[in-house]
């Protein structure tokens, strides 16, 4: 499938009635940015035919970009998302790869800190912030390829960010969930008029 054709699905897609149940906040300029840095570094590391799982997957803009960029690499990417909103929305957008021998993109309603991450070559976290519990990381193999980005945005207490488990810098980032090995470790500053952040991310394999 070509990049244009995979954008001509998704403007199909988002002009559906299921507009009424997304906020676009997923393809605010710091995610995309911050997914497109993700999938650059990543795609350096990446083993061929790769099966990923992508925990808090939220409309899984990251499979429809990873597998736009270069769907060849990938066997089977799986969203993981606790909330039943989101998956419809994450399926029209990724209603390219979701159809006859195209099919490599399931969205999944479940708790990642439960899920079974076994059989999985690489697991992405975008948003370990949103997540109480580190049970995920413990439920990942030895072995496994992990890119975890985060953020120094802390706060708790309103509707938009909702950082019950914030990471201040990459050393919070690290300590949290340690590896064997490191790929990449790097920060992108997301900045605005007069308001920014700095997003963190690390790719390498745990032991």
Request: net charge neutral; glycine share 6%.
């Amino acid at each position: 499938m070509t990049q244009y054709s995979a954008m001509l699905f998704i403007c199909q897609a988002l002009k559906s009635p299921i507009n009424m149940f997304m906020d676009w906040d997923s393809f605010s300029h710091g995610q995309i940015q911050s997914k497109l840095w993700l999938c650059q570094e990543l795609e350096r590391h990446l083993p061929q035919n790769a099966r990923v799982a992508i925990l808090g997957s939220w409309h899984n803009v990251l499979a429809f970009m990873l597998l736009t960029r270069d769907g060849d690499r990938y066997k089977e990417i799986v969203g993981i998302d606790l909330d039943k909103k989101v998956q419809k929305v994450a399926d029209k957008i990724t209603i390219a790869w979701r159809i006859g021998e195209d099919s490599k993109v399931t969205n999944i309603v479940a708790d990642a800190g439960t899920f079974d991450l076994s059989g999985f070559d690489v697991v992405i976290n975008c948003s370990p912030e949103h997540m109480a519990s580190n049970d995920w990381y413990h439920n990942i193999g030895a072995g496994t390829l992990v890119c975890i980005q985060s953020s120094d945005i802390t706060t708790t207490n309103d509707d938009v960010w909702k950082c019950v488990n914030p990471n201040k810098s990459t050393v919070d980032l690290v300590q949290k969930y340690p590896l064997s090995q490191f790929c990449f470790l790097g920060t992108k500053k997301i900045q605005y008029d007069i308001w920014g952040y700095t997003r963190f991310m690390f790719i390498g394999i745990k032991g």
